[in-house]
């Protein structure tokens, strides 16, 4: 029996586009609340927003380049818990 992954794809394209939506929607307002309920550098604080996803993309690759490079990848694929098969086949 052959499994079609086109409905897992779908849901995940679905489930990143609301996870986009609502980052776009909480932005401004993150801004707005740390410049304003600040007491002291206000310009630093301004382009936090803007700084806090590419740094937390750097962060991110930072760490799975680390785990990626101390583990092999069965050794990888048995802690995350999934099979080669099925991660090849989700893709």
Do not use: N
């Not at 048995?78 to 080669?84: C, D, Q, T």
């Amino acid at each position: 029996m052959k499994r079609s992954a086109t409905g897992p794809r779908i849901l995940l394209i679905a489930c990143r586009l609301v996870q986009g939506f609502g980052l776009g929607g909480e932005w401004g307002g993150a801004v707005l609340m740390a410049v304003e309920h600040a007491r002291r550098r206000r310009g630093f604080l301004r382009p936090a927003g803007r700084r806090s996803a590419p740094l937390g993309l750097v962060l991110g690759t930072l760490v799975f380049s680390i785990v990626s490079s101390l583990m092999t990848d069965a050794e990888l694929y048995a802690w995350a818990g999934v099979s080669r098969s099925c991660s090849a086949s989700c893709w």
